[in-house]
C-alpha cells in the first residue's frame, strides 16, 4: 500500500486509509450474509444439555402414602362426633385436626410440582408437622383401645414418611426436570419407589406423546407392562414400578434385596450403567421411567421404560407350557463365521456386567438374540434380580446361593480387549459410586464394589492370552489353538457329567456362549 | 495421477481438480486427511497472519474481522462434512474404497465450489494490509494430491 499520511483518516486512536475502511466495511457485509461463515455457524447444532445429577444417596419413603380421610375413618370406626352445647364441649377435637390437615396435605400435593413455591412447601411441612402432633394426641387420648392407637399410629407412619418424601422431592437436584411434567403427589410417588429425578423423562415419555399402546404386552402381571410407540419414533416396554414386592422371588430374597422396598428400577438403570462403563451398552436395554395409565385401574403409574430387545427369547414356552430352547438356525446352517465371532464377543461381554452387577436371573427368557446375515444382537432383559447387597463375588453362581440356578456358573474364561481395558483402568469409587450411590442402598453399593474389584483381579489373571481383540481371529495358546468359541463351548455349559454318568451342576463353564449355543454349534461343526 | 486422459477430464469435470497441474502425487496409503490437515495449518497460518496485521490497527472493525471473519472459512460444518469423508476414505477397507472415495469426491467438490464462490474469500486474498492470503491456491493442491490419491488402483 502506497499512501500518504493526508489520505488517512482516523477513527478512534486508529489509522485506517480510505481504502482499508471500505475494504473493511465490504468484508464485514460478507461476513453478516457468508454461507461459508454465517451458515456454518447457525448450523452448528446447539451443545447437549448437561446430564442432571443424582441425589448423593438414595431415599426410598416406602411408606409415604397420606391416608385419605375415608381410610382413617374406616380404621377408627366412625367419623368425629359432633360438638355439644353451640361448641361448649367440643369432641373428637385431635380427631378433627388430623382431618384437617390431611385435607391441607391432599390440597397440596394434588397441585403441579412446577406451580408450588417454597412457601407452599414450607406450609406443607408445616400442616405434616401439626399432623404427627394430633396424630400423637390422639393416640395419647386413646390408649388401651386398639383400633384408635393403630389408626394413630398409621398417619404417624405416614405423615413421617410423607416428611421424608417431600425433603426428598425439594432436594432431588434434577428437580427441575419433571417439575412441569407431575404433580406433588406423583413426585413423592417417586420418593416412595426410590426414583431420582435425573432417571425421569415424563417429557417424553407419557401418554400424550404415544402414538400407539398394546397393554397386552404383559397381560395378567401384577403392575401393567405395556409396549408403546412414542411420538420420536421409540418403541419401548412400560413395567410399572411396585413400591414393595410381596411376590418376590427366593434368589431375590437370597442375594438381599429387600422385598419392602426393592428398587428394582434402579437396578436396571444401575445395570445400565455397568454396561456402559464396560464400554458395551448395548447388551442391556436403555432404561428411564415414564409415565402410563394402567388399563385396570384408571391410574397413571410411574413405571420402567426399556427399549425392546432386538430378536427373540433364547428359551420359549411351548404349547403344553415347558420350557423350550430356540433353535436359532436350522441343524446344518449355522451362523457366518462373523456372526458367531460377533454373538461371543456380546455374550461374553454380557457374561462381565452380570458378573460384576451380580445379576441372578439370566434365564434363557431373560437373553434376547437376533442374527442377521453377519450381523448379531445380543440384550440382557429383565435385570431386577441384581446388585444384592449379600452378594459380594462375582463369581456367586446361583449353585452357591440357592438350589435353583439360572446363571451359567463360573467368572467369563475370556475377556474383549474394550471390557479389559475399561475394567483394569477403571476405579469403582472415581467412575462408578458417583452414579450408583442415588441407585443403590450404601450395602448394595460396598457389595457391587467387591464384584467389582474382584471381577478386576480375574481380568487381570486372563491377560494376556486370554484377552480378545479380534473375536475371529483369536486362538488359544498353543498347542489348542481353539478358536473363541470353541474355546468358550470347551469351558462348559454349567453342567459336569458325574461318576454314574449322570450330569450334575459344575462351576465353571464358558458363559451364555457356551450354555445356550454350545451344543447346536458343535453339532454343526463349529466349536 | 489420473490414468489417463479420459480419468483426467472426469476429475477436472466433476472435481474441478486437475490432477495433472503441479502438485505431488500422494503414495499409495497416503492419508488423505493428512494432505487436507496440512493445508489447512498454512492456510490458518496465512489468516493468522492477516489476523494479526488486523489487529495491530487498533481499529473495531478490523479487530471484528480478525476475531470473527476468519477463520469459519477452515471450520464450520461444511468442513466437518468434508474431514468425516476424508476420515471415512482413510478408514475404509479395499473393499469399501470406492464408495468412501466417491463420497469423498463430491465431497471436495462442494467444499472446493463454495470455496471458489466465496467474495469473502476474494477480499480476502484480495487484502490491502500487503499480507498474503492464497487460500484458493493452498487448498486445491491438496485436492489434487487427494484426487490423485483417489485415481490411483486400490
Redesign the interface.
Known amino acids: 500500500m502506497s499512501e500518504s499520511r493526508t489520505q488517512r483518516r482516523k477513527r478512534g486512536k486508529a489509522l485506517v486509509s480510505p481504502l482499508e475502511r471500505d475494504w473493511s466495511r465490504v468484508v464485514l457485509e460478507l461476513i453478516d450474509r457468508s454461507p461459508i461463515v454465517v451458515e456454518d455457524e447457525a448450523e452448528l447444532p446447539p451443545p447437549p444439555p448437561p446430564a442432571p445429577p443424582r441425589p448423593p444417596a438414595l431415599v426410598q419413603a416406602v411408606q409415604a402414602r397420606m391416608l385419605t380421610f375415608e381410610e382413617l375413618t374406616a380404621k377408627i370406626g366412625h367419623t368425629p362426633h359432633w360438638n355439644q352445647l353451640f361448641g361448649k364441649y367440643k369432641r373428637s377435637t385431635d380427631y378433627k385436626a388430623m382431618r384437617a390437615e390431611i385435607t391441607k396435605v391432599e390440597t397440596t400435593a394434588a397441585k403441579g410440582l412446577g406451580t408450588l413455591g417454597d412457601r407452599d412447601f414450607d406450609a406443607m411441612a408445616t400442616a405434616l408437622d401439626e399432623l404427627i402432633a394430633a396424630a400423637k394426641r390422639y393416640k395419647a387420648a386413646h390408649a388401651g383401645k386398639e383400633n384408635k392407637v393403630g389408626a394413630g399410629e398409621d398417619v404417624l407412619a405416614s405423615a413421617e414418611a410423607e416428611k421424608l418424601a417431600l425433603a426428598a422431592v425439594r432436594a432431588d437436584p434434577a428437580f427441575d426436570r419433571v417439575k412441569d411434567h407431575i404433580t406433588l403427589k406423583q413426585a413423592i410417588e417417586c420418593k416412595r419407589r426410590g426414583i431420582a429425578f435425573a432417571d425421569c423423562r415424563f417429557d417424553l415419555y407419557n401418554d400424550d406423546k404415544a402414538t400407539a399402546v398394546d397393554d397386552n404386552f404383559g397381560a395378567g402381571m401384577a403392575n401393567s407392562v405395556a409396549k408403546i410407540t412414542y411420538e420420536d419414533g421409540s418403541e419401548l416396554v412400560f413395567k410399572g414400578e411396585k413400591i414393595s414386592d410381596t411376590q418376590q422371588l427366593g434368589i431375590a430374597s437370597a442375594i438381599g434385596i429387600d422385598g419392602g422396598a426393592p428398587h428394582n428400577g434402579n437396578r436396571n438403570i444401575a445395570t445400565s450403567a455397568i454396561a456402559e462403563f464396560l464400554g458395551k451398552p448395548e447388551v442391556v436395554p436403555k432404561v428411564c421411567y415414564g409415565l402410563h395409565s394402567n388399563p385396570l385401574t384408571g391410574q397413571q403409574e410411574i413405571g420402567l421404560l426399556m427399549t425392546k430387545g432386538a430378536g427373540k427369547t433364547v428359551n420359549y414356552k411351548d404349547e403344553i407350557g415347558n420350557n423350550k430352547r430356540r433353535a436359532f438356525w436350522e441343524p446344518g446352517h449355522p451362523p457366518s463365521d462373523d456372526a458367531i465371532a460377533k454373538l461371543g464377543e456380546q455374550l461374553t461381554s454380557l457374561d462381565w456386567s452380570d458378573v460384576i452387577c451380580g445379576q441372578q436371573d439370566r434365564h434363557g427368557g431373560n437373553l434376547m438374540i437376533e442374527i442377521e446375515g453377519d450381523e448379531v444382537k445380543v440384550t440382557g432383559i429383565d435385570n431386577d434380580v441384581c446388585f444384592g447387597k449379600n452378594q459380594l463375588d462375582p463369581n456367586g453362581s446361583k449353585s452357591k446361593i440357592s438350589s435353583a440356578r439360572t446363571n451359567p456358573p463360573g467368572m467369563p474364561p475370556l475377556i474383549d480387549k474394550k471390557v479389559y481395558d475399561r475394567l483394569v483402568a477403571g476405579d469403582f469409587d472415581r467412575d462408578l459410586a458417583p452414579t450408583l450411590s442415588g441407585l443403590l442402598t450404601p450395602e448394595e453399593l460396598a457389595a457391587a464394589k467387591s464384584r467389582f474389584d474382584l471381577s478386576k483381579q480375574h481380568a487381570l489373571g486372563l491377560n494376556p492370552d486370554y484377552v480378545v481383540a479380534d473375536w475371529k481371529a483369536w486362538r488359544s495358546p498353543a498347542p489348542d489353538l481353539l478358536t473363541a468359541a470353541a474355546y468358550l463351548v470347551a469351558a462348559g455349559n454349567g453342567f459336569q457329567q458325574n461318576v454314574h454318568g449322570g450330569w450334575e451342576p459344575s462351576e465353571s463353564s464358558g458363559g451364555l456362549f457356551a450354555r445356550d449355543f454350545g451344543q447346536a454349534l458343535r453339532r454343526d461343526g463349529k466349536a | 495421477m489420473a490414468d489417463s486422459e479420459q480419468q483426467r477430464s472426469w476429475c477436472i469435470r466433476v472435481l474441478g481438480v486437475d490432477p495433472a497441474a503441479p502438485g505431488a502425487p500422494a503414495g499409495p496409503g497416503a492419508s488423505v486427511l493428512a494432505g487436507w490437515q496440512a493445508a489447512k495449518e498454512a492456510a490458518d497460518a496465512q489468516l493468522d497472519a492477516l489476523a494479526r496485521a488486523l489487529r495491530s490497527?487498533?481499529?473495531?472493525?478490523?479487530d471484528?474481522?480478525a476475531e470473527?471473519?476468519l477463520f469459519?472459512?477452515t471450520?464450520?460444518?461444511?468442513?466437518v462434512g468434508l474431514i468425516a469423508a476424508l476420515r471415512g476414505y482413510d478408514a475404509a477397507a479395499p473393499a469399501e474404497r470406492a464408495a468412501a472415495g466417491a463420497a469423498l469426491g463430491k465431497a471436495v467438490a462442494a467444499w472446493r465450489a463454495?470455496?471458489h464462490a466465496?467474495?469473502?474469500?476474494d477480499?480476502?486474498e484480495d487484502?490491502?494490509?500487503?499480507v498474503t492470503v492464497d487460500l484458493r491456491g493452498t487448498f486445491d493442491a491438496a485436492f489434487r494430491q487427494i484426487v490423485a490419491t483417489l485415481r490411483q488402483p486400490a
Open positions: 490497527r487498533g481499529d473495531p472493525d478490523f471484528q474481522i470473527y471473519g469459519g472459512i471450520g464450520g460444518q461444511s468442513t463454495q470455496l466465496s467474495a469473502l474469500v477480499a480476502l487484502n490491502p494490509l500487503g
